[in-house]
């Protein structure tokens, strides 16, 4: 595929997005800001970027609420997410960027949806978080079969790994009573990388003489993904353990000084077996001589 062909999308695109945002960026600026409700953000983006995309997908919600179910699109993102990695793994790189972009994208709309429509439940969270699981090893599974011969499959592992291990431990804490949101590389950085790396590889790719230039840049987008999913996985595992560590020491000392003073008993002075006889029985049961 031709260079320019393979762009001429991706820069059309690119083109509304950086439109969007300047029109969203003057709202605010002139003091008449969107109102976007049940926003949700993570450290990198902030609430400012994830505040414009929701504003950016709110026309695409009003259409689908009260019309599509949000464990529906949450299936379509997990389809979204197989057909990302069954791409990457045949070389169809600039397809993989446009199936996670639109996968990304579904992730975000499913719980927009459920939070507007007031379909909260602990099924669909589990749902949801289970899928979005699910489809992240799906593509890294496609990026393994792609780099297979490579020693970059290690990067792919890796990053497989530490974007496991980001969202377990967040599992596992919040089952202990523990909210995690923090970290550099979450699952919206995670698809971000991705697809940046993937199209500039796909750039590369599309001539034979950069073959190799493709799968260092390939290659190199895992590693990073690897070392800083990792990071954040350890980060949020030594800050999880430090809460509980101060739990269990206040527990212990609560439990120290909640224990009542033990009195001392009196001694019990074991009765004789024949009492003495008291000074007047003694008298009067003599016998005179």
């Given at each position: 595929m031709d260079r320019f062909t393979l762009l001429a999308p991706a820069l059309l695109i690119l083109a509304g997005f950086v439109s969007a945002f300047l029109v969203?960026?003057?709202?605010?600026?002139?003091?008449?800001?969107?109102?976007?409700?049940?926003?949700?953000?993570?450290?990198?983006?902030?609430?400012?970027?994830?505040?414009?995309?929701?504003?950016?997908?709110?026309?695409?919600?009003?259409?689908?609420?009260?019309?599509?179910?949000?464990?529906?699109?949450?299936?379509?993102?997990?389809?979204?997410?197989?057909?990302?990695?069954?791409?990457?793994?045949?070389?169809?790189?600039?397809?993989?960027?446009?199936?996670?972009?639109?996968?990304?994208?579904?992730?975000?709309?499913?719980?927009?949806?459920?939070?507007?429509?007031?379909?909260?439940?602990?099924?669909?969270?589990?749902?949801?978080?289970?899928?979005?699981r699910w489809g992240e090893l799906v593509v890294f599974a496609g990026y393994a079969w792609y780099l297979r011969e490579t020693v970059w499959l290690l990067a792919v592992l890796a990053a497989a790994a530490g974007s496991m291990m980001v969202s377990y431990t967040r599992a596992r804490a919040e089952g202990l009573g523990i909210e995690l949101h923090g970290g550099i590389m979450q699952r919206a950085e995670r698809i971000f990388i991705i697809c940046v790396g993937t199209m500039i590889a796909a750039?590369?790719?599309?001539?034979?003489?950069?073959?190799?230039?493709?799968?260092?840049?390939?290659?190199?987008?895992?590693?990073?993904v690897g070392i800083a999913s990792s990071a954040t996985a350890v980060n949020r595992w030594i800050v999880a353990y430090r809460v509980l560590a101060r739990r269990d020491a206040e527990a212990a000392g609560v439990k120290v000084e909640a224990q009542p003073a033990v009195k001392p008993q009196p001694a019990i002075v074991p009765e004789p077996m024949f009492a003495p006889v008291p000074k007047a029985l003694r008298e009067s049961a003599e016998l005179p001589l």
């Open positions: 969203y960026c003057g709202l605010c600026a002139i003091g008449r800001p969107p109102i976007i409700a049940g926003v949700k953000h993570n450290q990198v983006f902030g609430f400012f970027f994830a505040r414009f995309i929701c504003w950016l997908l709110n026309p695409v919600e009003r259409v689908l609420v009260g019309r599509v179910s949000p464990n529906a699109i949450t299936a379509l993102s997990l389809v979204g997410c197989i057909a990302t990695g069954i791409a990457a793994a045949l070389g169809h790189l600039g397809w993989a960027v446009w199936l996670f972009v639109a996968s990304g994208i579904l992730d975000i709309l499913d719980g927009r949806l459920a939070r507007i429509t007031n379909k909260q439940t602990q099924s669909g969270a589990l749902f949801d978080s289970v899928s979005d750039w590369y790719g599309a001539n034979p003489d950069t073959h190799t230039t493709m799968l260092h840049v390939l290659g190199g987008t895992m590693l990073l």
